[in-house]
């Protein structure tokens, strides 16, 4: 049976989260395959969720990427009830290069990941996109203390253009192939990430398969 990973984006109105949503599925020849159902229409993308098929660490594996699009009139307090953030394996934190806020206000987003994560390892991954915007750009000192400040990994923070699709493919397979090696081989992925850089949900984790995480407590905050 083929690993399943679920991915979601988190981030202000505007940063452009349905952008890369919409624009990783344009990609052809990228090696990323849209799941088809039996009208040919990819699998719950009118829900703002693609189910997508791809090769990592020389397995097939499926990915559901979760777009929360305009869920976020709905505020921080209803989305906590929301399956959007139930068992996601992976966070893409997604902020305008163009204005300093909206890397400040990814700091809401986390606690609701790692809440309802249900104790397994949740990988954030910091994305900044370029919109054309420069009112209050972000410089990369800001983006270095946000990513030490809540132990993301430099091999995980990507500068992208979703409206033109630039570097969406090889960061998102990035991505992918962190946490296929962190639910395929904790041990390993330890190794390669390094422990005080992978956030964990509320409790230490239990899972039998996952027994290197007994000794486990949260990530930084």
Known sequence: ???EYKIVLAGRKGTGKT???????????????TVQDRTGVSSRYE??????????HGRKV?????????????GVQ??????YWHD?????????????????ELTKWIPLAKDYS??????FSLWGNNTGNTTNPVDEEAVRNFAATFGILPSLIFSVTAATGDNLVDSFKTLVDA?????????????????DKIQLGSGAPTLPQRPSWKDWCCGAM
């Open 47 to 56: 829900r703002g969720i693609w189910t997508a098929r791809m090769h990592s």
């Open 62 to 74: 499926t990915v559901e990427l979760w777009d929360t699009g305009n869920m976020e009139h709905t």
């Open 88 to 104: 996601d394996h992976a966070v893409i934190l997604v902020y305008d290069t163009g204005d300093r806020e909206t890397l400040n």
């Open 19 to 33: 952008n890369i949503f919409e624009e990783l599925q344009r990609q052809r020849g990228s090696g990323i395959e």
């Open 118 to 123: 249900r104790d397994q390892a949740v990988l």
């Open 1 to 3: 049976m083929e690993p």
């Open 78 to 83: 209803n989305m906590r009830s929301s399956t």
């Open 179 to 195: 946490v296929h090696l962190m639910n395929t081989n904790p041990t390993r992925a330890f190794e390669v990430l390094g422990e």
